[in-house]
Structures are given as C-alpha cells and as structure tokens.
C-alpha cells in the first residue's frame, strides 16, 4: 500500500517568508510524528498527533513553528518568519497505534527546506 | 544534552565482513530502542529494535545487543552486502512514560566496500 507521502520533496525560501510543509500518513495510522534534520545532525522531534488528543508540543524550537492535523489524516507544518536556522530536511512519520512498542513509525521521503 | 549518542559518524566495512555499529544513551528511563536505515534522499526506514526485557535481538543478518547496565546498544550486520551502505540511526523511546517521541542518535555513515 501507499506509504507515508510529503511535499514539496524541496522547498527554497527567502528569509522573513511563511512556509506550508504537507505530509499525508499511512491511511489508518492514529500517530503521526513531525522531525527535522539539520546538517550533520540526528532527527529531532517536533510535535506529534495521536487521534483526537490534544498534540505534544514539546519539541517545537519557536512559536514561529505551528502544526495542524485534520482527524486522521493530513498534517501541515507551518513555519512563520522563515530564519537561515530553519533549513533542515522536516520528516513526518506516522504509526497505527501511537507507541513505539506496539508499533513501528513509518517515515516519508522528507521535505529538504533552505531559507536564503 | 544528548541523550542517544553515535560516536562513530563513519564505518567502512569489507563486503562479507560483519559491520558493528555501536549506540549509547544517558536516559535510564529508555525501555525501548530501534535501529533505523536512511538512503540518500528517502526516509528512514525501520530496520530491528529491541525491548529493554531482552538483551539480543535477531533477525536476518541483523543483531542488536542491548547493555542495560552499560547504556549501550550496538547492531551487528553479517555478512556485509554493498546494498547496506547507508546511514544507520539509533534511536530510543520511554514507552513507560506513554507514547513518546523516537529521540535519535546522530548517525553512523555505514560503507561496504565490495
């Protein structure tokens, strides 16, 4: 079946600008998992959804960085004031019941951002 | 402050020859802990994990050892085949705690040379 998708795969930015990053999950998958990976760095987690709970937010490094989940399904990502610091390639991955002892997150292919 | 460390950025390994990629953490709260493959320009895809209740895990020609009381993991890949060259990234999670976040290692450039 079809795996996890995002878009754009590249997205270049000008400092100051907003951007929209999309990701859609493994259909029925409950959890979905925003990261990001800079230049030389590990995955850092971001913000997760899991059904209609309200999201973990912890990982969000500004408030410039917002995320919405539509039930189930889609996620965007948001950033505001795009910033050099910003550019990294932003991962989504999602899971069927939320828990990495239950189950495995599948990831997508990535959105590689670069803020000029 | 981090939490899951791969000390080694690189590993160059003879094709046949067993690869041996090691993983420590800090976080004595971790209980489980996965090793995930990533290919240039694709996501990571996951490859073993391991419960903090077992020490071995096996499955193919891939092996994680869990050391509890060292805080450390390694995956072990025998024999090596030129298709594993990639990044392997550790990674661990508090499942006691509810569902948490993956928190990753920063990675380890495996390179089989045939």
């Known amino acids: 079946g079809a795996g996890v998708s995002q878009s754009p795969s590249n997205k270049v930015t000008e400092k100051g600008k907003d951007v929209e990053l999309r990701c859609d999950p493994i259909?029925?998958?409950?959890?979905l998992y925003w990261y990001r990976q800079r230049l030389g760095q590990g995955l850092e987690f971001l913000i997760y959804?899991?059904?209609?709970?309200?999201?973990?937010k912890s990982g969000l490094p500004s408030d410039r960085f917002s995320a919405e989940r539509t039930g189930e399904s889609v996620s965007t990502l948001t950033i505001q004031r795009t910033q050099q610091e910003d550019s990294a390639v932003y991962l989504c991955?999602?899971?069927?019941?939320?828990?990495?002892?239950?189950?495995?997150?599948?990831f997508g292919p990535g959105t590689r951002l670069t803020v000029l | 402050d981090q939490q899951v460390k791969q000390n080694s950025p690189s590993l160059s390994v003879q094709e046949g020859r067993i690869s041996i990629l090691n993983c420590d953490y800090t976080?004595?709260?971790?209980?489980?802990f996965l090793w995930y493959k990533k290919y240039p320009a694709e996501g990571p895809t996951f490859l073993i994990s391991?419960?903090?209740?077992?020490d071995k895990n096996e499955d193919g020609r891939f092996t994680v050892f869990l050391n509890k009381s060292a805080k450390h993991l390694s995956l072990h890949i025998v024999p090596s085949q030129p298709g594993d060259s990639a990044v392997y990234f550790c990674?661990?999670?508090?499942?006691?705690?509810?569902?948490?976040?993956?928190?990753f290692g920063k990675g380890t450039r495996l390179s089989v040379i045939a």
């Open positions: 391991i419960s903090s209740i077992k």
């Open positions: 959804f899991q059904g209609n709970s309200a999201p973990d």
């Open positions: 990674a661990a999670s508090e499942t006691n705690s509810g569902n948490t976040p993956l928190v």
């Open positions: 976080n004595s709260m971790f209980d489980y």
């Open positions: 259909s029925g998958h409950t959890a």
């Open positions: 991955a999602s899971s069927s019941l939320g828990g990495p002892s239950t189950d495995t997150q599948y």
